[in-house]
Structures are given as C-alpha cells and as structure tokens.
C-alpha cells in the first residue's frame, strides 16, 4: 500500500504540494470515486487511479533517456556548474540519478534512472555495455590505431584497454566503440596515438540511440529500449564479459 500522494508524485504529477492542489481540485478519482485525501492509501496493483480522466500508470522505476549537450556536469548536484539533472523537473531530480559520467564538454547519449540495482549492474566493470563515441582528431588518425585499439592500449592505468573497435570516417573522423568506462577513456585513448580530440559525442549506449532527440532534452525510454538494455547487460553477465 501507498499515500495516494505519494503514488502521484512518482508518477509525475508535480511534487506533493503540487498534488496536494490536484487532489483538493477534485480531479482525482479512485476507483471512480472522486479522493481529496492526500493519505488515502492505495494499492498501485490493483485499484485505478485517474486523473482529469486518465488512467496513471504506475512505474516502479522511471527510465529517461536524455541528449547531454555540452557545457553542463554528470552530477546530480554542483556548486559551480549546471548539471545534466538542472533539465529535469523537481521530482526526476529528487529521485533519479544519471548512468556512468561524460565529460563537461562532451555531448550525446546519457541514461538517467531511479533505479539504483540496474546503474549498478551497467556501470560494473564485468558488466560495462558497449558504448560508441564520434570524435573529431586534431590531426588524420593513423590507420595503425585500428590494431592498436582492438588489441587494447596503455593509457596509463594499471592494465592495458580492453579491445576496441574503431572505425576511421575521414581525415579526422572517427568512431570508437568501448567496452568499459575509464576516467577520460576515449580522450586517452586517441592520445595514445598521437590525436588530441576536439569534439566529442556518445552516440550510443548498448541499444540506446538519440534518434531524433534534440539537444538538452529527454524523453522516458519505451517498454523494448529497456527490455533490450536490460538483456544485453545480462548476456554480458551470462557470457563473463
């Protein structure tokens, strides 16, 4: 059971006060029967709660995906600098968190969610979903550098880069698909051959693409983006990737 307010906020429908307000309105119905009382409690399993005449569909977990522009923090909070959560409305910002990090100046696909067990389970070394990156070169990426990343790289660490695939789009162009996420990986990666990266973008994250989203906005990931997602990271699980 849940405070029938309670149920609302995580559904979307403002913050509690602003529940509060819709409840007192009288445009919340249980059941068919009009509920002022923001503690009523429901079971989100089996009685129908409606609002202005639609049906909330209850969702343990919300799943967004969200177009990072440039210029703003992966973090949920920042005292200097805006963060990728400053797009979000209050009650997303209150309980979500973002999936993994990319840099201030990096642009592209970034996975924000409440549900703590699958952040964890995709940012785990064993299991790290693939990632593609387009990157623009200072300089023409040496053809040499397809080798080299996929048989893994020194960037410094303790152990080489796991295997990479990189992919040369043009003079200096490039398209680079990892398995794991190490602090600056793709930055360092193309340092190690001599390339300083100018521009940066994640273009996809397991089967998350941007499609049409525009930059610095977000939308909630449909039914088979998260099947699809939660399946490849438990194949790499299965598989011991």
Request: with cysteine; hydrophobic share 35%; aromatic share 8%.
């Amino acid at each position: 059971m849940i405070r029938l307010d309670k149920f609302l906020a995580d559904a979307g429908y403002g913050t509690r006060s602003e529940v509060k307000k819709q409840l007192k309105s009288g445009i919340v119905s249980v059941n068919e029967a009009v509920c002022k009382k923001p503690e009523e409690k429901i079971d989100p399993a089996c009685d129908v709660v409606t609002v202005a005449g639609k049906e909330v569909v209850y969702e343990a977990f919300s799943y967004y995906l969200f177009y990072k522009p440039a210029g703003c923090v992966t973090a949920k909070t920042d005292a200097l600098h805006k963060t990728v959560m400053d797009y979000f409305p209050e009650i997303v910002r209150k309980n979500c968190s973002p999936v993994g990090r990319l840099d201030k100046d990096t642009e592209g696909v970034l996975l924000i969610t409440d549900d703590g067990g699958l952040n964890h389970h995709l940012m785990s070394p064993t299991h790290h979903v693939k990632k593609t990156y387009y990157a623009v070169l200072d300089r023409e990426v040496p053809v040499s550098a397809i080798q080299q990343f996929a048989e893994g790289v020194d960037i410094g660490d303790e152990k080489r880069t796991l295997p990479a695939d990189l992919k040369i789009l043009g003079d200096r162009e490039a398209e680079l698909t990892i398995s794991e996420g190490r602090f600056h990986q793709v930055k360092r990666m193309f340092a190690s051959v001599g390339c300083k990266v100018t521009y940066l973008k994640r273009i996809s994250m397991g089967t998350l693409t941007l499609g049409t989203l525009e930059k610095a906005t977000y939308r909630k990931l449909t039914e088979q983006e998260l099947a699809s997602l939660k399946k490849e990271a438990e194949n790499k699980q299965s598989s011991g990737v």
